[in-house]
């Protein structure tokens, strides 16, 4: 059975730190991208962040960048989400997911399989 299972989030005040985990279990991350995405109450869902297990670039929507670092750890067949400077519209929930793809990406559609999610909430 392929899983995703986020892990990280809670509660923090503006300008604060956390780091979310994405651990895949039932398939390895060769030849998938991973990508973190998030929805916020009443907005639609958007990309933040992705990773191509192939030559581990990494794509960053501009709202984050500079902010958050995305990274992975083959062996434990997991990514993270550093995010750092967090702001209160970075709350959201954060869903990891994985796409069918050596390249980044962060077309929705192309995600096959989605995490439960983890919900952040940054405090002003």
């Known amino acids: 059975e392929v899983r995703l299972v986020e892990s990280g989030g809670g509660l923090v005040q503006a300008g604060g730190s956390l780091r979310l985990s994405c651990t895949a279990s039932?398939?390895?991350?060769?030849?998938?991208?991973i990508g973190w995405f998030r929805q916020a109450p009443g907005k639609e869902r958007e990309g933040v962040s992705c990773?191509?297990?192939?030559?581990?670039?990494?794509y960053y929507a501009d709202s984050v960048k500079g902010r958050f670092t995305i990274s992975s750890d083959k062996a434990k067949n997991t990514v993270y989400l550093q995010m750092n400077s967090l702001k209160p519209e970075d709350t959201a929930v954060y869903y990891c997911?994985?796409?069918?793809?050596?390249?980044?990406?962060?077309?929705?559609?192309?995600?096959?399989?989605w995490g439960q999610g983890t919900l952040v909430t940054v405090s002003s």
């Open positions: 997911a994985a796409a069918w793809s050596r390249i980044v990406t962060m077309s929705i559609r192309e995600y096959d399989y």
């Open positions: 039932g398939f390895t991350f060769d030849d998938y991208a």
């Open positions: 990773i191509s297990s192939s030559d581990r670039s990494t």
